[in-house]
């Protein structure tokens, strides 16, 4: 009887390794996986697709407003932002206003980067003190180097912003 028992307990055993065994993933299970993983990637990428889409017609939203915004500028002072000769006397209180002094430009019909004053800058500085788009920029470099926001607009694109030349 003790040998029927100990074969009893080889048996168990036996059946226990099998039914272990047969746990495996089949084919089918594994290709479904694949299936799902590439679904999931495929969706991470129209996703980011869609975000970096709605951030480009935002720039370029952005970039006709500004566009519109200078000519208004233009018809209404007869001159360009940044570049207008009697920009203090339009904004003698820019101090106030902005927290930060106005310039002149030379008023030659461009904007330029490298006038004695950097007219480039001076031209969002106008255009907020005119009231013709959002914000306060400083019009000149700072000593911070920070110009985002403080000096030109922010695009909705990191690390981008806009510069006018003309």
Known sequence: MDSYKVMGSYEKTR?????????????LEMAMVLVIVGFI??????????VRNASLKSVISDIEYYKTSIRTFNDTYGGLP???????????????????YTANGDGNGKIEEYAAQR???????HLALAGMI??????????SGKSLGNIVPESNIRGGGYWIHY
């Open 119 to 125: 007219e480039d800058l001076l031209a969002w500085q």
């Open 82 to 100: 940044g570049d207008l000769q009697y920009a203090s006397v339009y904004w003698p209180d820019s101090l106030q206003k902005s927290g930060f």
């Open 15 to 27: 059946s226990k390794i099998k039914t272990f065994s047969n746990r495996g993933f089949s084919l």
């Open 134 to 143: 959002k914000g306060n920029y400083e019009g000149a470099e700072t000593a």
């Open 41 to 50: 990637t495929s969706g991470l990428e129209i996703g980011q697709s869609v």
